[in-house]
């Protein structure tokens, strides 16, 4: 979904979202157990919606770094965990970090996975070190 299509419809439904989608939260804690980063592991959360995958990563004692394109979104989410290292409004085909900035960029329940997995590939010496693709069914690269 292009980032002017999602933040169109994901800022209408930031507000209810997570009452609405709440099975979402378990599926992504299930997730980030399966990739079980280490404590301090620097995690790019793409399309964190309001931080079902975050949420999870921070109580692994991650650094999360967390962009989303609907702002309403990311507002939430930064509300909701205030310890999350940064909230960025950020269209994930235009990433916009230094060189080596994470060590596991993931998504959950996202509808660019292909896409930006072989972004990501291509991106790897730039902004991270590991890639993991975060959707049932596939296994961390
Ligand atoms: C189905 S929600 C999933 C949210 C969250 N990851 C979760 O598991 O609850 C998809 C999210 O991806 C975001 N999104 C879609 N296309 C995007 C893009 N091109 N750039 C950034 N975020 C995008 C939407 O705004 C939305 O919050």
Do not use: K, N
């Amino acid at each position: 979904m292009t980032a002017t299509r999602a933040t169109a419809l994901f800022d209408q439904l930031a507000s209810v979202y997570d009452e609405v989608l709440p099975f979402f939260a378990g599926f992504a804690r299930q997730h980030v157990e399966w990739l079980a980063p280490g404590p301090g592991t620097r995690v790019l959360d793409l399309g964190a919606g309001r931080g079902a995958l975050t949420g999870a990563a921070l109580a692994r004692g991650c650094r999360v770094t967390a962009v989303d394109c609907a702002p309403g979104m990311v507002e939430r989410l930064a509300a909701q965990y205030p310890q999350v290292r940064e909230a960025r409004v950020m269209d994930v085909h235009r990433l916009d970090f230094p060189d080596g900035s994470f060590d596991l960029p993931a998504d959950a329940h996202t509808e660019f996975e292909a896409r930006v997995r072989a972004e990501l590939s291509a991106m790897e010496p730039i902004v991270c070190a590991a890639g993991a693709r975060l959707w049932e069914g596939t296994t961390p690269a």
